[in-house]
């Protein structure tokens, strides 16, 4: 996260210092694909933390340090957050600041991931060799293909001349939620989303 500056408390008998707002934004991340210790650089083991950027979407937050040093903790809004409060906590711990923080922008609520089920049907082959395929899927919302939609990919796919349903499946789903598609063929995305006539089409970012 890009950061600001903070205010560092006012000590007994000196002239008060101004508080100072800190700032920082940061992208939005989906899931944790991979997540342990693996070999690094002489063998020393490193740990890391594998997700899936979404850089169009971003989080901000804003920390305004308490004018009387760290009596008072920090607090957070929306109350919910209550991670990004322990983030800061751990990252003030020890400086003798307190303050607000705000939290705002970054994934709209009930929105996520969107995984068609037609999509884990394509891919799903072996439970015991797509463990990490299985994790990816427990963070994701699996949408269920209705009839409404799976009429309209099939229509989708007679405009493009395709008989790739999933794809199909995708790009309508994608139309319907204002959602951006990530997608490793997005040529042949890019065909149906023409095919499709929507304004404004939706988005899409190769993986």
Do not use: N, Y
Request: with cysteine; proline share 8%.
């Amino acid at each position: 996260m890009a950061a600001g500056r903070a205010a560092v408390p006012a000590t007994a008998g000196r002239e008060r210092s101004p508080v100072v707002r800190g700032r920082g934004t940061a992208p939005v991340h989906h899931g944790e694909l991979l997540q342990g210790a693996f070999e690094g650089p002489g063998g020393v083991p490193v740990r890391a933390l594998v997700t899936l950027p979404c850089p169009p979407l971003t989080t901000r937050a804003v920390f305004t340090p308490a004018r009387h040093g760290g009596a008072g903790g920090v607090t957070v809004r929306p109350a919910w957050r209550s991670k990004a409060r322990r983030a800061a906590e751990l990252t003030l711990d020890g400086t003798g600041l307190s303050g607000r923080l705000k939290v705002a922008g970054g994934m709209p609520l009930g929105r996520g991931i969107h995984v068609p089920s037609v999509v884990v049907s394509q891919a799903w082959r072996d439970s015991r060799r797509q463990v990490r395929l299985g994790r990816l899927l427990a963070g994701c919302r699996v949408v269920p293909v209705g009839l409404e939609t799976a009429e309209a990919a099939g229509i989708l796919c007679g405009k493009a001349g395709t008989s790739d349903i999933v794809d199909a499946t995708v790009v309508t789903m994608a139309a319907s939620l204002g959602a951006i598609i990530w997608t490793s063929d997005p040529d042949g995305i890019r065909t149906l989303i023409d095919a499709q006539g929507i304004k404004p089409a939706p988005v899409i970012r190769t993986v």
